[in-house]
């Protein structure tokens, strides 16, 4: 009886706790993927070509937790991350042997943005949120709307 009471009341007001900013998402990336409960997972801005693209990660519920980018399928350069961690991917680097393409990797590197005893983090916390910020409103229209009201 409980499950179904809640299946219900998550029926009802399901559509109260959607993805936060999903318009600004799909009107401001080229491509998105969906977890099954139709949260979207990631979201990608294409550049050149295909191979190449920028990506914010989402989590379960829809909060943005990582952006970098892609190259040929794998992270490269810089990934920064809600908690205001990084990690350093390196550049895809091909080399030929006799008709055959091998990607060779190069190390990687994890650690804090900012160091310092706890502001760092809370500083590269918030760069996080400005650069998502600019992603989903590149024009800084709900910015400008605020400064309007006041």
Known sequence: MKLLT???FGLIFGNAFSQKDREKILANFDYVDYYPDSTIRSAHKFTGTSLERF????NEIGMPVAMGKYKMGKRIDEWIYSDGSLTIFPD???EFYSNRVIIVPEH??????HPGC????????QE????YQHLI??????????????
């Open 128 to 131: 996080f949120r400005d650069k």
């Open 118 to 125: 706890g502001t760092g983090r809370m500083q590269a916390q």
């Open 137 to 150: 409103d590149p024009e800084g229209k709900d910015s400008q709307r605020k400064n309007k009201s006041n």
């Open 6 to 8: 809640f299946l219900f």
């Open 55 to 58: 990506t914010v990660e989402f």
């Open 92 to 94: 895809i680097k091909m």
């Open 108 to 113: 990687t590197r994890t650690g804090n943005l």
